[in-house]
């Protein structure tokens, strides 16, 4: 599949932006009816909504830590 091999090629270059190869992963997830793959997409286009549990490579962990004056 051509549209395939425009996803990676694109991917593989750093001087492009990453919201071409998403949207081209949209279009791939509607021709090939794959609804999980398509929420994801949106989720990465989107932002992901708070009722989806965020994929592991979303969350991060930190302290926070501030100075305080008055």
């Known amino acids: 599949m ?3 091999g425009a996803i990676i090629n694109e991917l593989m270059d750093y001087d492009k ?3 071409s ?3 081209k992963t949209k279009v791939l997830a509607h ?3 794959n609804d999980r793959l398509s929420s994801w997409v949106e989720g990465e286009i989107g932002g ?4 989806v549990e965020l994929p592991d490579y979303r969350k991060s962990k930190g302290i926070l830590m501030g100075n305080f004056m008055n």
């Open 31 to 33: 021709r090939i009816k």
């Open 17 to 19: 932006s990453i919201s």
């Open 48 to 51: 992901f909504s708070e009722d």
């Open 2 to 4: 051509n549209l395939i």
């Open 21 to 23: 190869p998403l949207l």
